[in-house]
């Protein structure tokens, strides 16, 4: 590497934040009994920075590593060191590229001299003339992973976390060597799950002692002297007392075993992404396929490659809107909400009450207790329901004990926070009640009215309607301002968002209340004005409508169902509708009708299956294939003006765009950025998307129907 | 109610040290916590002794004279925790500022010798650099008003410019010249590799430098010459005779100790370096708190039943050279005896306050490996606040019929 050649790189970023290379030479110590077996250039990657701010690579991080190592190569062919290592400041390996830089490289070259750079620093370790270690102390992402696998030996923390290669979730490839060396150091098959399956699945990491098992270590040592014992071990591996074995290793050329390996992971690599993405984003692909090719690439030809994908994918609007969703979205945006008022107006909650004891009773009571754990308190019309309820939440305490999720202490103080009573007096000394009764807005008043009567006049009552009308249920409460909308997702302990209403008496000491404890309850929380259906599920619903109008006028199932695969949603419109239940989905469906006319189409097909006692429509059949059983279309009537997969693919891209268009005018939300924080936290739409507005942009529905995009270009 | 009571031998196992560094903003350990300092011997105290299983630790007992900050929230209990001790393993903290260590080698010994305790941890630690002596210190102002103490007592040096007083012998002259030879004895045990064994390595990282491994003590100047010390200034009083250069610097370190019952010892197959015969602690005038190891040592002999002349080692802590003078005076033992701080002393190596008792055991447990012809040797120290400390131990490779290396006659290596 020679820094001139980057220069045009990094004069791209005066402002980066360089993680420097600081090199200390560290007399190796004897081995049994032997002298000390020379010099050893220990460099630490450190950004100068606390623990608050990982350490990052950019170019000019990068060239100051590239310029240190070949000074250390320099040194080794003068004979002064026996070997190179690095690791990190505490806490850090490096957490990866620094990707708000990445994203601003507004041209292929750049980001293709991005690629080469690191390829030419990391090679380096591979080429210094005496062995290289990374000492894997703390998080090593992405690029930062890669400096280790580039190293000849590594040793890994027992305390470190995060260690992952991400790219494929962010919409790239581990193109700095990660596709090429991994397979070959643990076996393509691990490598599959680490670059694929764990990166698709929610970003999932690999503490130290995991990567150490999948062989991604060749040493595992403990926090309190891991650099101490990692230079020693260093030292044993240079003086040859030490061997290394790596039994999920790959040995080039390949036998026949490992080549059926290598077939059979690619394989399965293929069938896991389709599964996972429906294919619509281009980097889980890509990293499959320089896996398949680099099967019999030479390093050279893989880093060749690596270069093309990096600098390809890093100019995809998919690569940049991920970006957007993950860091500028839950990130930040999801640990700030816009709108929420000032934190120190929060009250505190010491005790909270449940209104109901049914399933969605029982799981917020298990929610808040284990969270906040504070009492909590359900009610309900009579003693059968109420233990029935309090025994569901003691039944899945039970469940977490068994599975070693909680201790036997914690599984005992959680059981004795929750308690059930058939009177609500039990609420007498409450701060916080949430009703999970009946979907109906004189059932919940009345509910409202009867705790009001008990409760202090600070209580905050809460709702979990999702199709109601928040302010409607404040009226003729003595305290309107102390109702608050705390709309949950199912399931509640797993879905990470929480729709926070606003109507217009909602007090902000009570909405502050209502913010800290969704924090607490460790929920994302977006401020949502009282709009029929708020965020998600008016969202859904109109997609659903579109989907389902094109089903009813006589387009077929397959063609419906599918024609929404290039957005790579979690879910089918259909499956997602027998997941939400029907009943549910019509309810929400005729009150968003009532609001907003015929833009949201109630159908009659739909009612006709409600009124059947059908599921769903689809049936899967023992060959995994799904169909419509004869039973179910007798049910149903359909017009003759079909549409194509695409014209509806169309269809539904304006109508996103439409409703979207319309919550922002009728100022449902701060901003597109809170409904694309709610789509990607309450629907699991992916982040390629960017939630849903950058899509909608990228394709042209949003200037197509509002005559503008939802961001600036 | 049974009661299995009878007195137990203790022995010592194994002892080992940080590398000592100079307290300060440039210091090794400027930018390391005091109890991460005691983790590192914790652990390599079980890595040296790998047949020790954890569980069997019946204490850990860490001293350090200032216990607040990272050297607070009872030390022995927190760094059994942060060292990967078992969680049933207890833990304390224990002060006797200088003589720490010493104490908790002693409190905990007593311990095993009671038969409560079969195995302990013993150590200490000071970071002068976080916590300068004396930090946070609120002298009652009845040591002023009804003269209990003199507060210039409080400041070691000032009591050691006090000792030169008392003792007009021992002077400045003499003073440099243990120093200086203090220096070079230290500097040949290191070049004879008598030093390094006892030390764990400790890696630190300074703002903007990386990881480094600490492997050496920082404090020691080789090749100190009396012309060196002749024109350092005596900060304690103006032409007094107490320098930097004849006194111990400020330093930080750690230091832990392995005991046994010998019974424990022999169960679990670890070794015996040396075995406690007996310890001692005397009070002095606060103001001449130098002078504390000669009653304590005469106490500790008298309870062994020893003479000095049975003492063929003597580890002192060299907190001030008129200190270390004014004890071997009182024993008549000339300045330069052999018997005396084989490796040289504070002087050279430093003094962490607390965690030197147990850097006096171990060295001392290398010369009784490597001389077998001694049979008793002696850690002793003095104590602020007026104290002196004394642990009398025999040699387990005693051999009566080697003689002393370079001594002519039997008689002549006695002459007490």
């Given amino acids: 590497m020679s820094a001139r050649d980057f220069q045009q790189l990094t004069d791209l970023f005066p402002d980066e934040v360089v993680t420097h290379s600081h090199v200390q030479d560290i007399a190796l110590p004897g081995v049994d009994g032997a002298p000390g077996a020379g010099t050893f250039a220990l460099i630490t990657l450190d950004n100068g920075l606390d623990h608050r701010r990982p350490s990052t690579l950019g170019p000019n991080t990068l060239v100051e590593l590239g310029t240190v190592l070949q000074a250390q190569r320099e040194r080794a062919a003068r004979g002064e060191i026996a070997g190179v290592g690095v690791t990190g400041k505490p806490f850090f390996l490096a957490a990866g590229a620094d990707l708000s830089a990445v994203k601003e490289l507004k041209d292929k070259e750049a980001g293709r ?91 999932r990491t690999l503490s130290g002692p995991e990567a150490f098992k999948l062989g991604m270590a060749d040493a595992l040592f403990e926090p309190a002297d891991f650099v101490e014992q990692s230079l020693n071990w260093a030292a044993r591996v240079l003086a040859g007392a030490e061997s290394v074995s790596r039994p999920n290793a790959v040995d080039e050329p390949l036998s026949g075993e490992n080549s059926a390996a290598w077939d059979a992971a690619v394989d399965h690599a293929k069938a896991f992404v389709e599964a996972k993405t429906s294919n619509a984003a281009p ?49 930040k945006r999801g640990k700030r909400p816009a709108g929420a008022p000032d934190a120190t107006l929060a009250r505190p909650v010491t005790k909270v009450g449940v209104v109901g004891a049914g399933l969605m009773a029982g799981q917020f009571a298990l929610l808040f207790a ?123 302990a797993l879905m990470p968002l929480l729709e926070i209403v606003r109507a217009p008496k909602t007090g902000d000491a009570v909405l502050a209340t209502a913010f800290a404890t969704a924090r607490a309850l460790r929920k994302t929380a977006v401020l949502v004005k009282d709009a029929p259906a708020f965020v998600v599920n008016r969202v859904l619903l109109r997609l659903m409508g579109e989907v389902f109008r094109a089903f009813d006028e006589g387009t077929d199932a397959h063609t419906a169902d599918n024609a929404l695969r290039p957005l790579g949603l979690p879910m089918t419109p259909f499956t997602l509708l027998a997941m939400v239940g029907l009943p549910v989905a019509q309810h929400v469906t005729e009150s968003m009708h009532a609001a907003f006319g015929d833009r949201i189409a109630v159908s009659a097909n739909l009612q006709a299956l409600i009124d059947a006692g ?56 701060a901003g597109p950025e809170d409904i694309d924080l709610c789509m990607i936290l309450g629907a699991g739409w992916p982040m390629h998307l960017g939630g849903i507005t950058p899509y909608l942009d990228r394709v042209g529905a949003s200037e197509r129907v509002n005559g503008r995009r939802f961001h600036t270009a | 109610m049974s009661q299995n009571r009878q007195i137990r031998d203790v022995v010592f196992v194994d002892g080992v040290r940080t590398p000592f560094g100079r307290a300060g903003d440039k210091g090794i350990y400027a930018s390391t916590r005091a109890d991460d300092l005691v983790v590192k011997c914790i652990r390599e105290l079980m890595r040296l002794n790998p047949r020790l299983p954890a569980g069997r630790i019946d204490e850990v007992a860490i001293a350090a004279t200032t216990q607040t900050g990272d050297q607070g929230l009872t030390i022995g209990r927190t760094a059994a925790l942060l060292a990967g001790l078992p969680a049933s393993v207890p833990g304390f903290a224990i002060d006797r500022m200088c003589a720490g260590a010493m104490t908790a080698v002693t409190t905990t010994a007593s311990g095993i010798g009671f ?19 004396g930090a946070g210190a609120d002298p009652n102002p009845r040591f002023m008003s009804e003269r209990i103490v003199d507060p210039a007592a409080l400041n070691m040096g000032n009591t050691a410019e006090n000792l030169h007083d008392r003792f007009p012998a021992i002077t400045k002259d003499r003073t440099d010249a243990y120093a200086v030879a203090s220096q070079a004895k230290f500097a040949a045990a290191s070049a004879n590799g008598r030093i390094q064994p006892d030390l764990v390595p400790v890696a630190t990282m300074k703002p903007g430098q ?32 107490v320098t930097a250069g004849n006194a111990a610097g400020l330093n930080d370190g750690a230091t832990v100790a392995l005991l046994a019952s010998s019974d424990a010892a022999a169960e679990l197959g670890l070794p015996v370096k040396m075995r406690l015969v007996q310890f001692a602690y005397a009070g002095v005038d606060p103001e001449v708190m130098g002078i504390g190891p000669v009653p304590a040592t005469e106490k500790a002999l008298k309870l062994a039943g020893l003479g000095i002349e049975d003492i063929g080692l003597i580890e002192i802590n060299e907190a001030f050279a008129v200190q270390v003078l004014s004890f071997l005076d009182h024993f008549g033992i000339a300045d330069d005896d052999a018997r005396v701080n084989r490796y040289g002393g504070a002087i050279a190596v430093g003094h962490p306050l607390a965690s030197s008792g147990v850097r006096l055991m171990t060295q001392l447990a290398r010369q009784f490996e490597e001389d077998p012809s001694v049979r008793f040797g002696l850690t002793t120290m003095c104590i602020g606040l007026g104290m002196g400390a004394t642990v009398i131990w025999e040699n387990p490779h005693w051999t009566p019929t080697v003689s002393p290396p370079g001594s002519p006659t039997e008689d002549e290596g006695s002459a007490a």
């Fill in chain 1, 370 to 492: 284990r969270q906040l754990k504070v009492p909590v308190v359900l009610t309900d019309i009579d003693a059968a329901r109420v233990d029935k309820g309090v025994g569901y939440v003691h039944g899945e305490v039970d469940k977490l004990l068994a599975k070693g999720r909680i201790s036997p202490d914690a599984a005992n103080r959680t059981k004795s926070l929750v308690t059930g009573s058939v009177t609500k007096d039990a609420f007498a000394d409450a701060d916080f009640v949430i009703e999970a009764v009946f979907e109906e807005l004189e059932v919940k008043k009345q509910v409202f009215a009867e705790v009001e009567a008990v409760v202090s006049p600070e209580c905050i009552l809460a709702t979990n309607t999702s199709s109601l009308s928040v302010t409607a249920m404040a009226e003729g409460l003595e305290h309107p301002e102390r109702l608050v909308g705390f709309h949950f997702f199912n399931p509640v």
């Fill in chain 1, 283 to 331: 980097a889980p692909a890509k990293v499959i396929d320089l896996l398949e090719k680099g099967r019999n690439f030479s390093k050279a030809e893989s880093f060749e490659a690596e270069e093309d994908a990096l600098a390809e994918l890093m100019m995809t609007p998919q690569f940049r809107d991920t970006v957007y969703a993950f860091l500028d979205l839950v990130q």
């Fill in chain 2, 115 to 133: 038969g409560s305790y079969d195995v302990v941890l013993a150590g200490g630690v000071e970071h002068m650099g976080h916590h300068p002596m």
């Fill in chain 1, 614 to 669: 059908k599921k769903g429509l689809w049936e899967k059949a023992e060959d995994g294939s799904r169909h419509i059983p004869a039973d179910t279309l007798a049910l149903l009537s359909f017009g003759t003006t079909p549409s194509t997969g695409e014209e509806l693919l169309a269809k539904t891209q304006d109508a996103l765009a439409e409703e979207v268009g319309l919550m922002l005018a009728e100022g449902v939300v």
């Fill in chain 2, 210 to 241: 990386g990881w480094t491994v600490n492997t050496v003590d920082e404090p020691p100047r080789p090749g100190t010459t009396l012309k060196d010390l002749a024109g350092l200034s005596t900060p304690f009083r103006a032409h007094g005779r």
């Fill in chain 1, 113 to 203: 001299a991005m690629a080469r750079l690191g390829h030419d620093v990391y090679s380096t370790l591979n080429d210094l003339g005496v062995p290289s270690f990374v000492f894997i102390n703390g998080m090593a992402l992405g690029g930062g992973l890669e400096i280790a696998l580039n190293a000849n030996y590594r040793t890994v923390s027992t305390g470190a976390g995060a260690l992952a290669l991400p790219e494929a979730f962010l919409g790239l490839v581990p193109g700095w060597g990660g596709v090429y060396l991994l397979p070959r150091l643990i076996g393509p098959a691990n490598a599959v799950k680490v670059m694929l399956e764990n990166a698709l699945s929610n970003n």
